[in-house]
Structure formats: C-alpha cells, structure tokens
C-alpha cells in the first residue's frame, strides 16, 4: 500500500539535495573542460615558440604541463564519482572502452574517446626518449582532437548546458581556442597558405557544427530522451499516472486517474496572459513508489481558473525517508490546455503548502511561478498560484535538469 503523503514542510526538512557525487561529476566535469580549453591554448603557443621578454618559453612550457596534470587530476575525479554515482548505469568498462555504456552511449563515449586521447598522449611523453621525436608528434597533434570532442560530450551528456552562467563559459572556452588556432594559422602567413587555409576552414566548420548541434540538441527540451538515456531512468524521473489513495504503487493504473482533474470543454485557452496574472488551482495531490528503483514521486496536478485557464503539473522526486522524502529533483509543466507543457522548469522553493517555480518557454519566454496550497494531504486540494516576470536567472533553477531527469547529476 502506498505510504501516507507526508506534508510538504516535512519534505523541505528532510530534504538533502542531489548526491554529494552528483555536485562533484558537475564541477570537475566544468573546472576539467575549462583547464583543457587553457591547456590547448597554451600547446598552440608553445608549438609557435613564441615568447617575450616579459614571458619566456619556460614559462609557457610549466604552465602547460601543471595545468595539464591538474585536468588529469580532476578528470579523475569526474570519472569515479560518476561512476559511484549509481543514478546511471554507466559501467566501468566505459572508462575506457569509448561507447560501451547504456547510459546515452554516444555522448558518454565521446568523453571516453576524449579520455583516451590524453592518457596516449601522457604514455607518449613519458615515453618519448624511446619512441622517437615523429611518433610522439603524432599523437600530440592527434591530441587535439581531445578539445571538440570533450565539447561535445560536455554538452551532450551534461546537466548544466542550459543555465546561463555554463553557456557563457562554454563559449568562451571556444571562443579562446578559436582565437587561438586563428593567431597560430595566421602566424608565419603565407607560407604553406594552402595548408593553413584548409585547416582554418575545418576549424571554423567543426565549431559551426558544434554550435548548431547544441542549438538543436542539448539547448532544447526534451534533450534525456533523444540523448539516449535508458527509459527505466526516463519512467523513473518523469511523472508518473499518479496513484489513488490505498492503492498500490506499482498495480493496476487504470482508475488511478479516476479523481484526478482535467480541463473542461469550457476551459479551453489557447494560451495563457503574460505575467503577470493570478489564478485558482483546484487539483490533485498524490503520492507514489517505484518497487525497481525505490523512487518516490509526489504529485500535484491541477486546473487552473479564474485569471487564466489551464493546467499545473508538478513532480518532486526523491527516496522515502523517515518523516518525508528526500527531495533530489523536480519538475514543473504549465500551459492552457492545448498545450499543457508549453512552459516547463523546476521547483526552486518549499515550505509548508507553499512552493515556488521557475517555468520557461522553448523561446526563452520565463515566469516565476508562486503557488500556495489549502491543504498539503494526499487527496483533493484547493489554492493559487500568482505568475510573475522571471528575475534574472531566466528561469532556469540551479538543479539543471532536464525531463526531471537530473535525480543523478545525469540529467539534461
């Protein structure tokens, strides 16, 4: 049977926040990719051998290697706290063998490919008095190749490709390697214009590329799904039919909706006024269990009248602690009836049978979303929500997710 819903304030004071593991996969996996970006910028100078009496080449040359062995450092942290991180089923073997997860295989494995190309180019330097200086040349030039492609996993595999503050780095690690292979082709010019040419137009396609992928990709919603993330994570993250009182969590959903509400004829709108504007929520509060996963979901979902018309869906997901549930993630649907998820976001506040929401539109349009509940039981509820013009975070919460997918730090 379904345990009893626990009030949202119990779940504010136990809530623990996403896994230690998961804050650690982001962070290194940022700081790695920004040390990376530096690294490449400074191999580009020391293979000019450019200096000044201001900066000599010894200088370049430590600060190339120290950076270099500190992304080392941090990329092995990124891959053993994904790993621990048992959200995911990435796999061991995929740390070295490149797209041999289930785990969005394509993407993970581009940072395997990443991966390998550096720790062949640290063997080759180590060895680099007994293979002779051509070899190790090829593999430091094959090196390269390390800084699209960790982009690409980056953006593809990543939580955080959607908050501001991560597009503008990312861009401006590109926007640094960039002006530096264009200081390096554009140096010594024109000797070997051909070649310089050729190069600079591959560089300038594959950040193109790159740039319309994420556009198209990563940078929409509904990312989880087309990156390849299993559907048992996808079933587990995204809301479920909710389950009625004293029923089981895992048994027959076919009267699991039977009192949940849902727009009338007379309720239909084509969209809803901009914010800001209030309306009155009259819904469902449920509660239910995955047996596979452990997962608990809570979940309101509501029609909305009055001062707009519509419908409110909002998923907290979590595992079933004593007292409440410990919140690691969430999400949030808003839109008239036609199109229910015409905003989507996440909770970013709770306390009592208050919460508040960030919400945003595939265009960018973003509200904050302040909903007040008359009763926090599982059963009918009645209440309120105000919309508001977003502040400056645009709308996007500091979780990152995407789908309500980002339980594990996987999510996008």
């Keep these: 049977m379904s345990a009893a819903l626990a009030p949202l304030g119990a779940l504010v004071a136990v809530t623990k926040g996403p896994s230690p593991l998961w804050y650690l996969t982001r962070g290194t996996g940022i700081v790695s990719l920004v040390l990376l970006s530096a690294t490449t910028v400074l191999g580009i100078t020391q293979v000019s051998r450019w200096s000044s ?53 394509v993407w993970l494995g581009l940072g395997t490919l990443a991966f390998d190309m550096l720790l062949a180019l640290v063997a080759t330097s180590l060895l680099r008095a007994r293979i002779g200086l051509r070899a190790w040349r090829a593999v430091h030039w094959a ?23 991560v597009e503008w780095l990312t861009a401006g690690c590109a926007g640094a390697v960039a002006a530096a292979g264009a200081w390096r082709l554009a140096r010594g010019w024109p000797g070997s214009a051909p070649r310089r040419l050729a190069l600079g137009a591959v560089g300038t396609a594959s950040l193109a590329v790159i740039a319309g992928w994420a556009s198209w990709g990563p940078l929409r919603p509904g990312w989880a799904a087309r990156a390849g993330t299993p559907l048992a994570l996808l079933a587990s993250s995204r809301p479920a039919t909710p389950v009625a009182p004293g029923t089981a969590g895992g048994g027959d959903r076919s009267a699991a909706g039977a009192g949940q509400a849902r727009p009338s004829s007379g309720q239909a709108s084509a969209t809803l006024p901009p914010a800001p504007f209030s309306a009155t929520l009259v819904g469902t509060l449920s509660q239910s269990s995955s047996a596979t996963t452990g997962q608990t979901t809570v979940m309101l979902q509501a029609v909305l009248s009055g001062g707009a018309k519509g419908s409110l869906t909002v998923a907290l997901y979590g595992q079933a602690v004593a007292g409440g549930v410990s919140l690691s993630s969430s999400s949030v649907s808003l839109g008239p ?32 979303l302040d909903v007040q509940l008359g009763s926090t039981a599982q ?34």
């Design 53 to 105: 009496p201001r900066w000599p080449r010894f200088v370049t040359q430590g600060l190339h290697r120290n950076l270099s062995l500190s992304m080392l450092g941090l990329l092995a942290v990124h891959i053993v706290t994904a790993e621990l991180d048992t959200f995911a089923p990435v796999g061991w073997a995929a740390v070295i063998v490149p797209f041999a997860s289930r785990y969005r295989p």
């Design 143 to 165: 090196a390269y190749l390390s800084w699209p492609v960790a982009l690409a996993h980056g953006l593809g595999t990543g939580t955080d490709p959607r908050l501001h503050w």
């Design 337 to 368: 009836s036609g199109a229910p998820s015409q905003y989507q976001g996440q909770v970013t506040a709770l306390q009592g049978g208050a919460l508040v929401a960030s919400v945003t539109t595939g265009g960018g349009q973003a509200m904050r």
């Design 379 to 412: 059963g009918p509820v009645q209440g309120s929500l105000t919309a508001l013009p977003a502040g400056g975070d645009g709308g996007r919460s500091s979780y990152g997710g995407d789908d309500g997918a980002g339980a594990g730090g996987y999510g996008q």
